[in-house]
């Protein structure tokens, strides 16, 4: 079979609409950090998302950083989250002094397990330890049973984050991602669903608390004409050229959505060819945005692994990799305490990241589609 160029896992989506953004806001003289674009695409955002108040930030992380800080989240604490996520999560806790503590995953999803979460919390208020928050991440797009995470966080008197960076678009039950919890978190990284190249937005219901996050985003400068600062800030803000970038993005989020649907469904069809091979998410992607595809593959049914799947991709220039490292294996983390069951160990074991990329055509696409086929019927790469 002939070669295409490399196929990557998520590259952004760029086209003319964003090229009218981008040069409306240069000859607009929006060069500076703050502007129109920023103050409209926080607007069109929270819109978009069902949250009446958001700040646009430089990254996701800045957002989870800013969430935790933001609620006076410091040394002593402990803040409990998922442990199979990227380890922006976790950092940002460790930014503001605090201890992650890890909790497993559904197997079925990738989210946090509800019932591990309780036992978690249980477990930290019966032993006298201080939890002001728990962070539930949104994996490859799906949200969390927060029918379920809801009342047991407020059962134990902590603040839910929700760490939707990869869930723009999707929602749980009808609510939308970044509507949901105390705070969300939106990452617009160049690989999410929509990106600014770097970025990110951190969305709320609480004015008082979306304004406390502003001003630490902007160095804590107080409102007098000098440089006033009563307590330590942050250079968090997301630029105006790059939120004009945004705003571009925001309106072909739908078509972008479309597309990566489109490939999900067709490697679920893939899927229920092959024993032993399912595609990660549950029973239903209807309120999945399909950020990424990821196939998990049990190697007694399927015969093959996923690392020999991923050997035969990358020997015909596809990019696909493992899910996330859990944290609790992370060199970095050893010793931060947690509730495990294996399940995380499990889909880091068997999962594979497929390109999921709403630029990518058909023609590459039915590439992709024909060399897994090809390594789920047991060929290896030469």
Not at 99 to 107: A, Q, R
Not at 273 to 278: A, D, M
Not at 339 to 362: C, H, K, T, W, Y
Request: glycine share 10%.
């Amino acid at each position: 079979m002939s070669v295409p160029p490399r196929i990557l896992l998520s590259p952004p989506d760029i086209g003319t609409l964003e090229q009218d953004y981008l040069l409306e806001a240069l000859r607009g003289g929006w060069i500076a950090p703050c502007g129109p674009d920023q103050v409209a695409f926080e607007q069109e955002v929270a819109a978009r998302c069902g949250a009446p108040y958001a700040v646009a930030l430089s990254s996701g992380t800045a957002g989870l950083h800013l969430a935790l800080a933001a609620r006076g989240v410091g040394p002593g604490d402990f803040v409990v989250t998922s442990t199979l996520t990227f380890a922006a999560t976790a950092n940002a806790i460790i930014y503001t002094g605090a201890e992650p503590y890890f909790v497993d995953c559904d197997p079925a999803t990738g989210n946090m397990d509800p019932r591990l979460l309780d036992e978690a919390l249980t477990h930290l208020v019966a032993t006298g330890r201080n939890v002001p928050a728990v962070v539930a991440v949104d994996l490859f797009g799906k949200c969390c049973d927060y029918d379920a995470i809801e009342g047991i966080v407020a059962r134990h008197g902590s603040r839910l984050v929700c760490d939707a960076a990869e869930a723009l678009g999707a929602g749980h039950e009808g609510r939308p991602a970044g509507s949901i919890g105390d705070a969300a978190v939106l990452s617009f990284n160049g690989n999410k669903i929509m990106t600014t190249s770097g970025g990110g937005m951190l969305l709320t219901h609480d004015e008082a608390f979306a304004e406390r996050v502003r001003y630490l985003s902007t160095q804590a400068r107080q409102p007098v004409a000098h440089y006033e600062h009563t307590e330590v800030g942050y250079n968090y803000r997301l630029s105006n050229i790059l939120a004009a970038l945004g705003r571009a993005q925001l309106v072909r989020l739908d078509q972008m959505m479309k597309r990566r649907r489109e490939w999900r469904e067709r490697y679920r069809a893939v899927a229920d060819r092959f024993p032993g091979v399912e595609v990660l998410g549950g029973d239903s992607d209807a309120e999945d945005n399909c950020w990424l595809t990821v196939m998990t593959i049990d190697p007694r049914r399927a015969g093959v692994t996923a690392a020999d799947v991923r050997d035969l991709l990358a020997h015909y220039a596809i990019e696909s990799r493992p899910v996330w490292k859990p944290l609790h294996m992370q060199p970095v983390y050893r010793g931060c305490r947690e509730r495990i069951n294996g399940s995380a160990e499990q889909l880091f074991d068997r999962g594979i990241v497929l390109p999921s990329g709403s630029a990518m055509s058909s023609e590459e696409f039915s590439f992709v589609e024909s060399v897994l086929l090809s390594a789920l019927g047991g060929r290896r790469a030469a």
